[in-house]
């Protein structure tokens, strides 16, 4: 490195109880680069992040900012100094609006000290509008979708003119058209100086973006590469340390007959101008199949996974029936009696019990399983989480360790074992590889793939249509909250896909079109 670094990290440990989460790093980050931080689940990408942004305090080692010794005590010491993260886990108060989320803490006021609230509405009005976000800065968060959540998180970074921006996978929320918004923004950002530290499992973003490539592996540093020197093959090579086997999913499954049809079902909006959520949805799930569903963000596929396990906000109307008895439930409970599972796309809000440890986390929709003469055996209980942990390869140092020990991607994992262990018909996934490395997809896949030739339904909702097409005997298409397409194996390609994930739009544009020449 030629000029003087930014950063410096110098011999940084980071020891937690049984765990070396990193171990003697040092590495420097020059003024207006875009380092980024590639690693597998648990790899410490998080905690090293997390230092440099005053998140951890406790640590070995010395880090410098532009040659100076710096010590924070915490986030705001590192703001002050223009260095901002935005979490790999959503970290906003759900019940506060977009605005005062931005702002909070450093709330705009009146000269007479009172709130200025229509100051911070405009203010994050022309910060999520620099992110080309379209939503009302008074909307409550807790009414957004992760992904313009996620985009709220950046406004707020961006608030505070931050210097040094730290991102721990900003995109594994958004489509593929908010990631190239995205981009777009960080080009600008990059444009004026701003040092970017960017941590994602996706290579091709990482390819795309980065001057320089850090490869962290348990705790340590294995390398850092320039990006022109290198590619994608020889990182994933460093990152896991040996060849992944790539998953043959080509030989066909046999699915049998139907566990799952739903017909004309819709889903009211109220108070929207569409007025439905979902419009006369029809299809079929057999067992032993698994069918994707594809859509752009706002398409309605979470609603339509929410609705079959009876946790949509409201009532849907039409037809489910679940191995040929009609159903349409209230409740989760009711769909989880029944036999349906759902893993949700947002861990942290849907899933985890923050206060509980992973194998509670793991076997808490099962606890009746764990009785002995009608008590709760600990022991039983245990026995099954660990079992669980050991199939998925859940990396923790023990299923007692709080669930918050675990990193992101783990976390994902032990909830997906938890509705293993409710032995479902239907297994419903929502976006379930989001934040899992390259490892760990390709178990999942192999797993998901077992399931199935056991005779088990799985739907699931991906953002990336390269894993749908992998993976999937049928792809179901929404658009808008209709059903735009449906391909088999054979026929679906990414073009039909996404042609059909934009009908409805292509369409307007069309009649918009015709409107001007008329
Ligand atoms: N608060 C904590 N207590 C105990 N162990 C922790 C804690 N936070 C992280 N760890 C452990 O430190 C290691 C590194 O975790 P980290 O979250 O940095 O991984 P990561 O590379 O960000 O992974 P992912 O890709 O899954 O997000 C993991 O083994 C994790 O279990
Ligand atoms: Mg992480």
Redesign the pocket.
């Known amino acids: 490195m030629t000029s003087t670094p930014l950063i410096s990290v110098r011999r940084v440990s ?1 020891r ?4 070396l ?2 171990e003697d790093i040092s590495l420097e980050v020059a003024p207006g680069e875009l380092l980024a931080i590639v ?10 992040m ?1 230092i440099l942004s005053g998140v951890i305090t406790e640590y070995e080692g010395e880090i410098s900012l532009r040659g100076q010794t710096v010590r924070f005590r915490g986030t705001r010491d590192a703001e002050r100094l223009g260095i901002s993260i935005i979490h ?1 886990e959503l970290n906003l108060v759900e019940q506060l609006s977009a605005a005062a989320n931005i702002f909070l803490g450093r709330e705009l006021r009146t000269p007479w000290g009172l709130l200025d609230q229509a100051a911070m509405d405009q203010g994050a009005a022309e910060l999520l509008d620099q992110l080309e976000c379209l939503i009302d800065p008074r909307a409550a968060v807790r009414q957004l979708r992760v992904g313009d959540q996620q985009l709220i998180e950046i406004a707020k970074a961006l608030s505070l003119e931050t210097g040094i921006l730290i991102m ?2 900003p995109t594994s929320a958004l489509t593929e058209s908010e990631v190239a918004r995205l981009f777009r923004v960080i080009d600008r950002l990059r444009a004026r100086g701003v040092t970017v530290l960017y ?1 994602s ?1 996706k290579l091709d973003e990482v390819f795309r973006l980065a001057d320089r490539i850090a490869v ?1 592996r348990d ?1 340590r540093l294995v390398e850092i590469l320039d990006r022109r020197q290198t590619d994608a093959r020889a990182v994933t090579h460093l990152m896991v340390g040996r060849e992944i086997e790539e998953t043959d999913l080509s030989s066909p499954r046999q699915p049998g007959e139907p566990v799952l049809e739903v017909e004309h079902l819709w889903l009211p909006w109220p108070g929207h101008a569409r007025g439905w959520r979902l419009e006369d949805i029809s299809f079929s799930l057999r067992r032993g199949e698994i069918l994707g569903i594809a859509g752009l963000m706002g398409a309605g596929r979470t609603e339509l996974l929410e609705c079959l396990f009876g946790a949509s906000a409201d009532r849907p109307a039409g037809r489910i029936r679940l191995d040929g008895q009609e159903v349409l439930f209230q409740h989760p409970a009711e769909a989880r009696q029944a036999g349906v599972a759902l893993v949700t796309e947002d861990r942290k809000r849907l899933g985890l019990f923050d206060r509980m440890s992973v194998g509670q986390n793991i076997t808490l929709c099962t606890l009746d399983r764990s009785l002995r003469h009608g008590l709760l055996s600990r022991r039983r209980e245990d026995q099954r989480a660990a079992l669980i942990v050991e199939q998925l390869g859940v ?3 023990s299923v007692n ?2 669930i ?7 976390q994902q994992k032990a909830i997906i074992g938890r509705w293993l262990l409710t032995q479902p018909k239907i297994l419903l996934l929502d976006d379930p590889t989001r ?3 390259v490892g760990a997809k390709a178990e999942l896949y192999r797993l998901m793939d077992q399931l199935c030739r056991q005779g088990l339904g799985i739907i699931i909702t991906s953002s990336e249509l390269p894993e749908l097409l992998a993976l999937c005997d049928r792809i179901l298409v929404l658009c808008e909250g209709r059903q735009t397409g449906e391909f088999a194996r054979a026929e679906a390609t990414e073009h039909r896909i996404m042609e059909a994930a934009t009908m409805r739009r292509a369409m307007a544009n069309v009649s918009l079109d015709c409107e001007r020449f008329s």
């Open positions: 980071k937690y109880p049984g765990v989460a990193l690693g597998e689940n648990g790899a410490g990408k998080s905690t090293l997390k790999q721990d996978e941590i499992h962290l705790g990396k923790t140092s360790a709080p918050t020990s675990l990193s992101g991607g783990n934040g899992i490395d």
